[in-house]
């Protein structure tokens, strides 16, 4: 029984013998193994939490898939973006859940790829369309084999925006140099050429 990890066996002889000795000393035995077992299930808990917390707190959206492409975790970040509850999700195929062929292709390459890749990738939200910095990592196990994905996703939008403004003003700029440069130019060259007389 002790070996099923059931640590509530006490073996109470009532004997002043070395049996008797063996049995107290047994229940001992029962009692401390169930004191480590529960600090280990103790600490196990306060670590998962902490990181539970960890990523919880991020920014970033997280999905995390195992290598079946079905959700193990999805943050408060992940949960906006999709419109989606962690609680209603688990154990489900991303596909099911998120209707984004693009994503779930991308999670299903990297658990194939060997290098990390990075991607832009659009997701409709509401109205508008927002844009995202995939970045992924493998969830490698003790046997080095592939075991998952932890899927990153970063809003990227208003960099896109500045990016494309930078590049609207650049190319309005230079076409508003270019029209009074091509005037003088054309000026000089006809002074140049006494077309206009001395």
Sequence with gaps: KVA?????????????????????????????ISEYDMMNVDELKNEKQKAEAIVETIEDGIIVTNNECKLLLVNKSAEKIFAIEEANIINHHI???????????????????????????SIENGNEEVSYYRVYSKLISRN??????????????????????????????????????????????????DLTGK
């Design 4 to 32: 099923q990890r059931n640590y509530d066996i006490k073996i109470d002889l009532k004997r002043k013998d070395e049996i008797g000795e063996l049995g107290a000393e047994f229940s001992k035995m029962t009692e401390k």
């Design 95 to 121: 596909l099911e859940i998120i209707k984004n062929e693009y994503l779930f292709h991308s999670v299903k390459n990297a658990l194939l790829e060997e290098k990390n890749e990075y991607i832009d990738i």
């Design 144 to 193: 080095n084999e592939n075991i998952g994905v932890v899927t990153l996703l970063q809003n990227i939008t208003k960099f896109k925006e500045t990016d494309r403004l930078k590049s609207d003003f650049l190319a309005i700029a230079s076409h508003e140099l270019k029209t009074p440069l091509t005037s003088i130019i054309m000026s000089i060259d006809m002074l140049l050429r």
